[in-house]
């Protein structure tokens, strides 16, 4: 209210009980993102908002031999900046795929519109892409990964990038029609899904979320389909995931 220029470093900032599979992303907490390097005169509210905590925020002296510190680390950042470089904060800033760090099975969503940014209890890949969204949220990948990661108590997986980064995404080829017209069909369901959770989102009554929710469960089981037909499964295997998931 003070200086609509304030609103260009305050970022609305997500934990990962925010991020739900394939639900909307809303943040009722907010981030003062005063990177390496930023002109803080230019955003003359946020410095005077930040003065209140400069006793907490003086970086140590290399050197201190005062005692008790009552400031942040050493470094060469100022009292008003964040305190490590975040080369890769641009990132935050584009369309991206988000998920939680913990969770009981593959939870992705989509930030279409960039701009959410969060710290490591959730994850990003910084593309927009509904067809591998669509991948990442399937039986088959909610199986898979559940035989390469770490199982914790109650059945929660954490998903470092270790573990993700060993998950089989099927390529597709631009010149075969058949990939093509698949590629197009996951689109199009991983789109009607957002849209669905979005509906389900804003729904006023339990007649609605419950028409709704049945939505859901039906395109789900579209997209498992097509994922199984992705990757070439026989009957059997789909059973056997199916069997697994479900338990």
Known sequence: AEDPKSAEVIKPFLAGRDVKRYA????DKFLIFTRRGIEINDY???KEYLKQFKKELIPRPNGWKG???EGRKPGSYQWYEIQDTVDYYEGFEGPKIIFPDIAERPQFTIDAEGGFYNANTCYNVFINDTFLLGIL???LINFYYRNVAAVYRGGY???FSQYVEMLPIRPLDPSDPTDV???DRM???VETMLDLNRKLAGARTGQDKIFISREIEATD??????VYELYGLSGEEIALIERAVQS
């Open 24 to 27: 909307p992303l809303e943040a």
């Open 44 to 46: 003359p509210a946020i």
């Open 67 to 69: 005692g008790k510190w």
């Open 137 to 139: 949220n399937s039986s």
């Open 157 to 159: 997986l954490r998903f």
């Open 181 to 183: 017209a698949r590629r």
């Open 187 to 189: 689109v199009t369901l």
């Open 221 to 226: 089981a579209r997209i498992d389909a097509l």
